[in-house]
């Protein structure tokens, strides 16, 4: 037999053979559904398939609420609830009793100065009750003689002027004792200074054998902050959503449980020019757990009763800080529009603040459907 003989006969045997396959192959393709066939227009935000059925559609509802603004704030001290600590007395501290951060009572004894101005004091003092002692006497004397006729009017009057004036010497410099922080009967090289009020140290400008300039320095800076601020920035496009005098809800990033209650009580008049911003500021009363620099969000209630549209969480796209929609466009068709959502409703349900109107169909999974679109 030839070659080519052989070849035409191995041909006819194995005919069948990839028929019967064929035949089987195409029994599966009939028995399996067909694919949802996914086309993209408009680079990407319109999106069509053949099979629409397979994706549930839920209806966009809607609901009356009021208008909210969310931002992010920073605790700050009531600056009107700041006590700085002053001293009068210059000199060099010997005994450190407090640091910054300590809570301290009224009364309580923060450092020791030792100063030469209590030595200056105490001499001016001292000068001055001799001069009021010998006015004194003079003055004793000249009455006497007065008396007798043996002076006149007039240096009976001159006595009585100097001894008087003696006298406010002495009540002046035993001051400036006590404000130097001395007792005029007992005069001590070391002045003691203590709080003026209680609260937490939220400043110190002294160290231990540091340097205390008097008057001008303020070692400490006492704060009360029982009530405090919370600073926010808000857009100048925001500003008629607030106003003095309307609430805020407060929540701790450190304490998102917590909840606490706030009170508009001023609006810069000033924006900033590079963020056009302006600060809101928010008196808030602290339970204890606030501490200066926290950071916070402060929610504000608008008075406004607004329109909104809800709609399933899950028909929501969360991609790259953007949040979108799948609506259904007709003929096939979905189109994908970013939304701005609000507050996060019960029963998994989404307030939209804009984007999409109630009445609008949007695909129940937003995810399933993205990731059929991307195969």
């Known amino acids: 037999m030839t070659p080519s003989r052989l070849i035409l006969v191995l041909a006819v045997a194995i005919a069948p053979v990839f028929a019967g396959c064929n035949r089987g192959r195409g029994n599966a393709a009939e028995e399996a559904p067909p694919p949802a066939h996914v086309e993209h227009e408009q680079e990407g935000s319109v999106i069509r398939v053949d099979h629409p059925e397979r994706f549930q559609l839920a209806t966009a509802t809607s609901q009356n609420s009021t208008s909210e603004l969310v931002l992010t704030g920073v605790v700050a001290p009531d600056i009107s609830r700041n006590v700085p600590v002053i001293t009068l007395a210059s000199g060099r501290v010997v005994d450190l009793h407090a640091r910054l951060g300590d ?116 070692p400490f800076t006492i704060s009360d902050l029982s009530q405090v601020w919370v600073l926010c920035d808000v857009h100048e496009n925001d500003l008629p959503k607030v106003r003095v005098g309307d609430s805020a809800k407060i929540r701790l990033n450190a304490y998102p449980e917590q909840v606490l209650s706030g009170k508009i009580g001023n609006i810069g008049a000033i924006l900033d020019p590079n963020i056009r911003t302006a600060k809101v500021r928010v008196e808030v009363r602290n339970p204890g757990l606030i501490r200066l620099g926290m950071f916070v969000t402060a929610t504000f209630q608008g008075q406004k009763q607004e329109v909104r549209t809800v709609i399933p969480a899950t028909a929501i796209l969360h991609l790259r800080d953007r949040d979108s929609v799948f609506v259904a466009a007709g003929d096939n068709k979905f189109q994908r529009v970013e939304i701005v959502i609000g507050r996060t409703l019960p029963e998994n349900m989404q307030e939209v603040i804009s984007g999409i109107k109630p009445g609008v169909q949007v695909i129940q999974n937003a995810l399933a459907f993205q990731n059929t679109a991307e195969q």
Do not use: C, M, W
């Open 103 to 218: 809570t301290v009572k009224k009364g309580q004894l923060l450092l020791r100065v030792r100063s030469t101005d209590v030595s200056g004091a105490f001499s001016d003092y001292r000068k001055a009750v001799a001069d009021e002692t010998l006015a004194r006497t003079q003055l004793e004397r000249a009455k006497e003689l007065y008396g007798h006729g043996a002076v006149s009017l007039n240096d009976f009057q001159v006595a009585q002027d100097a001894e008087a004036k003696a006298k406010v010497d002495v009540e002046t410099s035993a001051e400036h004792l006590r404000l130097l922080g001395n007792d005029p009967e007992k005069p001590n090289g070391i002045v003691d200074i203590y709080a003026p009020v209680s609260g937490v140290i939220t400043d110190q400008q002294v160290t231990s054998a540091g340097g205390v300039q008097g008057l001008g320095s303020n």
